[in-house]
């Protein structure tokens, strides 16, 4: 596994370091990828970060550890981020969130024991007329409610099942 | 009629063909027609002010910077993150030339090299789909270099965040797209002058909304933008409507409408029937909340109006809470908000909503004591004005106006046997 030479990321990275007047500013976009290759921001994507910008590990890791969507240590294969800020709560997220913990078996910010799903709380995601939500892999799940989302952890878990392809 | 949600009138206008045939980049035409000053002095003369928050006259803050400069950006502000907020997001799902040709005329403006996008990283989705849309635009010309035979060369490109509040600060978004900590700068200089904004350069700072009204502007006049609204408010808001009423959702309805029209009409009243509204916050979680009396249900939803009940309309994000609502948990909501928000740069913020966190939960266990309210109060009202952006101030607001306004909401978790402490 690798970011450097990897025929599937030189393109966007390329197109990451053109569009910005220093290497610098590019290090969000390349955390992106180097968490897309190794399932979160680990030491290696790390290092390869740095040494394409021409920064420090130090200093790509700070910024890695300041913004909340770099995972820093591995996770499940779905992120599924909850939001219980307030619009989100008064539309009863707390609960619904509670429930689906006890439904993984898990504590804020854990992984279930299949490896599969990692749950955390989040702030807001602009989609506060459409609660309860979630995002899962940064994508929205809106309107949702307990047998809904029961349904679609069989089908993501169905989904894991299959074999990769491509 | 909309002006920004042209989404809900017109299927497709998400694309380009169906924009172009809606009166898409007449706009911008009209515009590149005229001198980079004359945009500038009608979107002044248009009344707009800025939609993120602040409220600041867009035209003013498009004239400050310097023409002589070389070098020049504009960065829209796409974070969209305050408690509340979904507006910006449905503009750019079902809108996004609108906004596209909002910032290409902002940028013929002031001359700029390059738009940045920014977009808080939730909006994965958004960012490749507006990608999408300026490579469709660039093989038509309106992109890249001599847009549309004009002369005039622009770039526009998107920047996805991370998780991060503060970044939809100006000056800490600028640090994030610089690839540094997404924390306040110190100002002056200021972003439009040059050594505060993007690179050290003059930079203009708009949000989604604000840009998305400027092709109305220069295509119907800037009268016929003034006399929607009232006079220091002028064209339509989007309200975004969350919490307690029958229809949540986004209303774009002129800034001259009344919080009663937006919450009963629009929004269906309650949610429950037999539970009144108790109270809302306006402006997400940073501005005063206000309980919904007659008086405030009979404001007008503009700058000037908000005023006047010791409020703010700020981005617009109506949070409205019925009777069965605690103020000290919805203190307690919007604190944690902040105390996970808060960068961590200015000591009177970072220490301020970590503590305020603390003391909240612990009254709302009912360990609490009455001190423990006037000492919540006390800190937040040492956070504002001590922060080198407003982030401090947000933090301090729902703690002091929930004790102002709600004071039995706290009394009641620190009366009784539970106040004597454990």
Request: charge should be negative; hydrophobic fraction near 35%.
């Amino acid at each position: 596994m690798a970011i450097i030479g990897n025929p599937k990321y030189q393109e966007r990275i390329q197109h990451h370091l053109a569009k910005y007047e220093t290497k610098r500013s590019a290090v969000m976009p390349l955390l992106y990828i180097a968490q897309e290759e190794y399932g979160w921001v680990n030491p290696e994507g790390i290092g390869e970060v740095a040494q394409i910008l021409d920064l420090d590990p130090t200093q790509v890791k700070s910024i890695a550890g300041f913004y909340t969507m770099y995972s820093e240590k591995p996770k499940g294969k779905f992120w599924l981020h909850v939001c219980t800020d307030l619009p989100c709560a008064l539309k009863g997220a707390d609960d619904f969130y509670a429930w689906l913990k006890d439904e993984l078996g898990v504590d804020d910010g854990g992984t279930s024991a299949d490896g599969l799903f990692t749950v955390e709380h989040v702030m807001c995601l602009a989609a506060c007329d459409k609660a309860p939500m979630l995002q899962c892999n940064f994508r929205y799940v809106e309107d949702l409610d307990q047998d809904k989302m029961r349904d679609l952890l069989a089908k993501w878990r169905e989904e894991a099942a299959q074999p990769v392809s491509g | 009629m909309h002006i920004l949600l042209r989404g809900r009138d017109i299927k497709n206008i998400d694309q380009l063909d169906v924009y172009e045939k809606h009166d898409g980049f007449v706009g911008l035409k009209a515009s590149l027609a005229m001198t980079p000053a004359e945009v500038i002095d009608q979107v002044k003369a248009s009344g707009l002010r800025g939609r993120g928050g602040a409220g600041f006259p867009t035209g003013v803050k498009w004239s400050f910077i310097p023409q002589h400069e070389p070098v020049k950006f504009v960065a829209v502000n796409a974070d969209e993150s305050e408690t509340g907020t979904f507006k910006d997001r449905e503009i750019m799902e079902a809108n996004p030339y609108q906004l596209i040709e909002g910032s290409l005329i902002c940028a013929y403006a002031i001359q700029a090299k390059a738009i940045y996008i920014y977009l808080r990283g939730e909006f994965w989705d958004i960012g490749d789909q507006l990608d999408e849309c300026i490579e469709r635009l660039r093989a038509k010309g309106y992109v890249g270099e001599n847009i549309l035979g004009s002369g005039y060369d622009c770039e526009i490109y998107t920047h996805l965040g991370a998780g991060a509040y503060i970044c939809g600060e100006e000056s800490a978004m600028l640090n994030s797209l610089e690839g540094y900590l997404g924390q306040p700068r110190v100002r002056p200089p200021f972003p439009a002058q040059k050594g505060g904004g993007l690179y050290k350069e003059a930079t203009v700072v708009n949000n989604v909304e604000t840009l998305t009204n400027v092709p109305f502007i220069m295509r119907e006049g800037a009268d016929a933008f003034k006399a929607i609204g009232t006079e220091q408010s002028a064209g339509n808001k989007i309200y975004c409507v969350s919490g307690h009423v029958k229809r949540p959702g986004n209303y774009e309805l002129p800034m001259s409408t009344t919080f009663r029209e937006l919450l009963y009409d629009h929004a269906g009243g309650p949610l429950h029937d037999d539970r009144p509204f108790k109270a809302m916050l306006p402006s997400g979680g940073s501005g005063p909340i206000v309980p919904l009396t007659d008086e405030v249900l009979d404001t007008r939803m503009s700058y000037e109006d908000c005023a006047d009940i010791d409020t703010i309309i700020g981005s617009a994000s109506i949070i409205v809470m019925d009777e069965t609502v605690d103020m000290t948990w919805v203190a307690s909501k919007v604190t944690k908000f902040f105390e996970h928000e808060s960068c961590g740069k200015c000591t009177p913020c970072r220490e301020g909503t970590y503590w305020l966190d603390k003391v909240i939960d612990r009254i709302l266990d009912g360990r609490g004591t009455p001190e423990d309210v006037k000492r919540i109060a006390d800190v937040a009202e040492n956070m504002q004005g001590t922060t080198l952006c407003a982030l401090g101030d947000f933090a301090a607001n729902p703690i002091i106006h929930t004790i102002r306004r709600f004071p039995d909401d706290f009394a009641q978790h620190v009366q009784g046997e539970a106040a004597a402490g454990d």
